[in-house]
């Protein structure tokens, strides 16, 4: 990576299917490795791109993840056109969760999500409207 | 102490071990998987009794040394085949979670 070239990746998540869940991020994670990014900032973009791929799955009927690299942060932009969240202040409180019980019983729907991506991203923005969709974007700094 | 070693001290069952001599200190007892993204410590041993296949991405992504399943859970056909293809060291244990926690607290703190 030289100069001001980033490097741009992108994912198609499937809705519903959470047994191929995670696909995304694991990707995302091996091409970070092979970067060479350091353990941390790959462990915190991970941490933010499944919670945000989960919520895609389970909430969105999935999306599109797109991560950009650059020397100085990592951004991921996660795109739905699902039901949107009718309060966003409501949905970062921690154990809110609308999530189904078939959800549950798999060990999601804590209401974890939405704060632990706000937790381990530098900064996080939430786009959404209802029935049309919902963005949202995460910077992970990467330490110099 | 490495993995294969905890492995060895604690009499766990061996899963999948593709990673056995991975560093491990501390842990984390959990099965809700947001809480575990969120609080796992990287290199820690996992201790759980979820056993679909979510488990091995979240140990990968949450960068712990080894998932252990107590209460003697077993895991599920999908878990298996995702942790060997992952790396994910996956070991087992008869032991309630409790008594799991509190060997591993004496061994890797
Ligand atoms: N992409 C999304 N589309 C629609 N609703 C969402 C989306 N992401 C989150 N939500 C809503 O916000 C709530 C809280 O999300 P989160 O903190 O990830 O918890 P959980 O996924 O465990 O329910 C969800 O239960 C859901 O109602
Ligand atoms: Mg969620």
Redesign the pocket.
Known sequence: MNGDDRIHLSYQVEGGDLTRAGEASSGVKQTLRKLGIDPGTIRRVSVCMY??E???V???NG?LAMVDVGLDDITIT?T?Y????PDIDK??Q?G????ADSVRDLG??????????KKYSDEMKIK?IVGV??T?TMVVKIPS | MIVRQLADELDLTVFAMDDPDRETAGGYCGDLL?WVMGRAVAGGAWLTIMSNVNVAAVAALADVACVILTEGVQPDPALLDKARLQGVNLLGTAMPTYACAGKLHGLIG
């Open positions: 919670e945000g989960i919520n895609m389970i909430h969105a999306g996660l739905d699902g039901p949107g969240i949905a970062m921690a809110w969760s609308t999530a999601f729907g804590a209401g974890m999500g939405l704060p632990n991506m959404s969709g919902t949202v | 947001s």
